[in-house]
């Protein structure tokens, strides 16, 4: 790849596991901390979350079609290209999958706040599944930053490259 390609690489990974961390692992408790009224501290963090998944969209598909250019063929034995795969898999799943569901609990609670109605046993469940998959793309992010060091360095033939 290009240094340009490599760079785009690099920054792809850190704005998508960067905000990821950022979000999940301090903004969002943040909020809860210092916002007294919950609803509006969880509907702060939804929309963060929201956010950081497209953001992780756009970065997934910068980075698989930037493997995909590296690799051709080769892309999906390459480690990087699975793991980005995955973690498309698992932000769509939460977005398009686990949160309107969520928010179709919230929307069915109303007038009441969604914890004080029938439906709290149901939120926690499918609130629950959220963060779990959030764990693990949260992880699965991790292991690419790594991944991607080690491929770089490689370069395209598997060979390390030689430092300057």
Known sequence: MSRYADALHSVAIALWVGGMW????????????VI???????????RLFSSVAWIGIACAACLLILNLL????????????????????????GE?????????????????????SAFRNR???????SGLIYI??????????VLSNRATRRGPSGVADQDP
């Open 123 to 129: 939120l926690t469940a499918w609130d629950a599944v």
């Open 36 to 46: 007294p009224d919950r609803m509006l501290a969880g509907m702060v963090a939804g």
């Open 70 to 93: 590296r690799y051709r063929a080769d892309a999906w034995r390459q480690p990087v290209f699975r793991v980005t795969l995955l973690m498309l898999v698992l932000v769509c799943t």
């Open 96 to 116: 398009f999958g686990v949160q309107p569901v969520l928010a179709e609990l919230r929307a069915q609670a109303l007038p009441q706040a969604v914890m004080e």
């Open 136 to 145: 693990a793309q949260s992880l699965l992010g991790l292991a690419l930053v």
């Open 22 to 33: 950022v979000t999940g692992y301090v903004a969002a408790p943040v909020l809860f901390f």
